[in-house]
């Protein structure tokens, strides 16, 4: 950190509001946020040292983790049910997890954090083995040179296409996100209820999808032990802040956005989407040992990778 402030790279999202307008302060640290466009730029700009502490795809993470120890995690992680966001088109015969064997299932990238939690949820609950099914990435994943298991089939000839384009045109029976597309036009979920099954595999599992990650200088932490317990307070105060503030500001577009919200944490749980390593362990947990298994990594030490802070 060439100054004593703190260079934040955060995406626009109501958790990093209070940030970007410097509503919320955390004792005898000074910061300043930037909000990039996408994941995609703020992961890549936290690769190359462009922030302090930034929010990266947790899946670039544990990549980068396997072999360069400079950035670290802290327990501050997106936390976003994923399930539910499998489509296709409307005439399509699809209605479930299990009926994408032997399909054709588009992704924007291959080792999308999203596309990993999928596989897993075919393969763990449902029971459908991703090597079955054949993965249709949109565009190259983020970093070079990654591998790609030797029984799985990946066609790569839709790469630049949009997710509507490659179903509507029968050249993906199935795309797969974190969020729907654009344009839902002529397209549906796969599932028949799908916001029903995504909760009902919360409660299944135990767990809701972390995708995010906040990530720190390991140097910095170093030098200043006592910065990564003020970067976890300061993220704490802006979600405290959203979570007051987002019924509110959707209302416009959720009439009942604040009834939405109090049946989350009476599903969820109150701690459902709170920072902290306990709340956390088990989605992340999780997720390092189906990166291992599905190939993307050889091993994950969540020791070393991850700051084990509570909220």
Not at 266 to 277: D, F, H, I, K, T
Request: contains cysteine.
């Amino acid at each position: 950190m060439a100054t004593n402030t703190l260079r934040i790279g955060i995406t626009h999202a109501y958790h990093s509001q209070a940030l970007l307008t410097h509503s919320v302060e955390a004792e005898g640290l000074s910061y300043k946020a930037t909000a990039t466009r996408t994941i995609d730029e703020c992961t890549m700009q936290a690769l190359k040292g462009e922030f302090d502490a930034a929010e990266m795809s947790l899946a670039t993470f544990v990549k980068v983790r396997e072999t360069n120890p400079a950035l670290v995690g802290l327990p501050i992680f997106a936390r976003k049910l994923v399930s539910q966001y499998a489509f296709c088109r409307d005439d399509s015969p699809l209605n479930s997890y299990e009926s994408l064997k032997g399909k054709r299932v588009a992704v924007p990238q291959y080792w999308l954090t999203a596309a990993l939690w999928h596989r897993w949820y075919l393969q763990e609950i449902f029971g459908v083995d991703p090597a079955e099914i054949i993965w249709c990435p949109l565009a190259p994943d983020r970093l070079d040179n990654m591998p790609y298991p030797q029984d799985t089939q990946i066609d790569w000839s839709l790469k630049g296409r949009t997710p509507r384009d490659v179903l509507l045109s029968g050249d993906a029976d199935c795309f797969i996100f974190a969020r729907r597309p654009l344009d839902m036009s002529g397209l549906r979920y796969v599932a028949p209820s799908p916001g029903e099954q995504a909760l009902e595999l919360a409660r299944k599992t135990g767990i809701v999808p972390a995708t995010h990650v906040i990530a720190a200088q390991a140097s910095l932490l170093e030098s200043r032990p006592e910065l990564g317990r003020s970067i976890v307070d300061l993220f704490s105060k802006a979600l405290d802040h959203a979570s007051g503030e987002i019924a509110h500001e959707a209302a416009q577009f959720l009439p009942l956005g604040d009834l939405e919200q109090d049946r989350m944490s009476r599903l969820l749980g109150a701690s459902w989407n709170q920072y902290g390593w306990k709340r956390s362990e088990l989605a992340v947990r999780t997720f390092c040992d189906m990166a291992v298994r599905q190939g993307m990594v050889k091993a994950v030490d969540i020791d070393r990778s991850f700051v084990q802070l509570e909220t």
